[in-house]
């Protein structure tokens, strides 16, 4: 059977035969036939804007791979950085190449220093943190003039290498800036999730303690947020680098997209939730509500998941070891029954809603001792590695600037009226 479909336009008797290439329609070839109209598919729920090698999401099957890797095992083996490694380069690491690249983002965590000491001055003491870093990943873009040569693999590279390893510095400033304690400065003897909790969580001198366990499980969580395809954070950061702004600019649009309640603030939202909920004898009120319309299930529900998000199920587990350590979060009882009670209701099931990565991220987070407010800020650190990784990407293909069509539909055209006759 050809991997084909013919369309025949009903006005003209014309008809084309469109391929089918790797599951998609080429639109170049069904706009040769339909010249002047669009598809009107404002949340692209039907559109392939990109062609990547990095990120497979099967939603249906619950199945999530960066480069084939499944997430499963990569949250079991692999580290932060290593995947990173892996997301950018397209491989694996030798151990060399590992050691260089862990050397390389260990040594550009420390930001210019004009920067770390008035760098949060103009704003209010309460300045939410993802605003924060939002304005100054943007405001690194005017430390490295030399990034705007994004043609050069090379320049690029040192780039995504400055972000990687500058991301947490510049996300723990906003933290502390908000809680009042002096920026702590980076400490190169100590591993990515480390670090960034040292710089957190310092308070005093000589060192930061820090139960192995919780680093490696903040490593975990740095593992499963690392990409997520053409998620809305990424694809702002595509269209914003399809203009060949640069990768400071670039980034800072993504952040801006993550910081909103749909996508990375939901697991700000979930706590927000639980918080609200209060006790597990609400939680039947609180579904009913949702499903009257009052609000919604925050941390239930994807675009792209119709079944469990694996991320969820890893998350889920990694919780339970963090509350070994930690204690457990009081709000886990109140979660479980909203699990539980909602994936019992055909509401939910009905509509394939099930828990994402966002439902269980905020308890764990909760028990290493990060302030609710910050939760997005924890998913803009390892996705800024998916970010740069399809930035890279694109660019490497050579791509056109991203500039969708729009269905017209306000008034035609009509004679300016003088303002005192109207
Ligand atoms: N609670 C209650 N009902 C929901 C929820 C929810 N969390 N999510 C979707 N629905 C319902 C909608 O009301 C709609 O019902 P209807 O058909 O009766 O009108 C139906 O399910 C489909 O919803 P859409 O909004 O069309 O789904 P969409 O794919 O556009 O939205 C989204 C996906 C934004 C993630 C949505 O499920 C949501 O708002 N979830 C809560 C926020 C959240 O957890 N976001 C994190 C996503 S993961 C991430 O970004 C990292």
Redesign the pocket.
Same mark, same amino acid.
């Given at each position: 059977m050809p991997e084909s479909i013919t369309i025949t336009d009903n006005r003209t008797g014309e008809t084309i035969e469109v391929p089918i290439v790797d599951g998609a329609i080429d639109g170049a070839a069904w706009s040769k036939l339909l010249k002047g109209v669009w598809f009107y598919d404002p $949340?692209f $729920?039907t559109t392939a804007a990109a062609e990547s090698a990095i990120t497979e999401l099967d939603g249906e099957n619950g199945i999530l791979r960066y480069r084939g890797y499944p997430i499963e095992q990569l949250a079991e083996h692999s580290t932060y950085l290593e995947v990173a490694y892996l997301l950018i380069f397209g491989e694996l690491p030798l151990p060399a190449e590992l050691a260089a690249w862990t050397h390389e983002i260990t040594t550009h965590t420390y930001v210019h220093d004009n920067f770390r000491r008035k760098l949060f001055d103009p704003y209010h003491y309460d300045a939410h943190p993802m605003g924060l870093l939002t304005s100054s990943v943007a405001g690194m873009s005017t430390f490295y003039p030399d990034a705007k040569n994004i043609d050069d693999a090379g320049v690029r590279t040192e780039q995504m290498v400055r972000l990687i390893a500058k991301i947490p510095t510049l996300a723990a400033a906003a933290y502390r800036f908000s809680v009042g304690m002096p920026y702590v400065f980076p400490d190169n003897d100590l591993d990515y999730a480390t670090n960034f909790l040292a710089m957190m969580f310092k308070v005093a001198e000589p060192g930061f303690e820090c139960p192995p366990a919780l680093s490696k499980a903040l490593d975990v969580l740095f593992i499963l947020h690392a990409d997520?395809e053409q998620?809305?954070s990424t694809t702002a950061a595509r269209v914003v680098g399809s203009s060949h702004a640069d990768p400071y600019s670039t980034v800072a649009a993504a952040c801006a997209a993550l910081y909103g309640?749909?996508?990375?603030g939901?697991n700000e939202?979930?706590l927000r939730m639980l918080d609200e909920i209060g006790s597990i004898d609400n939680v039947e009120p609180f579904v009913d509500a949702?499903k009257e #319309?009052k609000g &919604?299930?925050? #941390? /239930? #529900?994807? &675009?792209v998941y119709k079944n469990f %998000?694996p991320r969820a199920t890893i998350i889920k587990k990694a919780a339970y070891d963090v509350f070994e350590h930690t204690g457990k979060n009081p709000l886990l009882d109140i979660a479980l029954t909203l699990e539980e009670v909602a994936l019992a209701d055909d509401? !939910?099931v009905s &509509?394939k809603?099930y828990p994402?990565? %966002? /439902?269980y991220s905020g308890l764990i987070y909760e028990a290493l001792g990060f302030p609710t407010n910050i939760f997005t800020v924890l !998913?803009a650190i390892p996705r800024t590695a998916g970010w740069l990784s399809h930035w890279n990407e694109m660019l490497e293909q050579g791509s056109r600037i991203a500039r969708p069509r729009q269905v017209y539909a306000g008034p035609a055209v009509r004679d300016y009226v003088p303002i005192s006759q109207r």
């Open positions: $949340s $729920s997520h998620n809305c309640p749909r996508h990375g939901a939202a979930v949702v #319309g &919604r299930l925050m #941390g /239930f #529900g994807h &675009r %998000d509401y !939910f &509509r809603l994402n990565v %966002d /439902f !998913f």
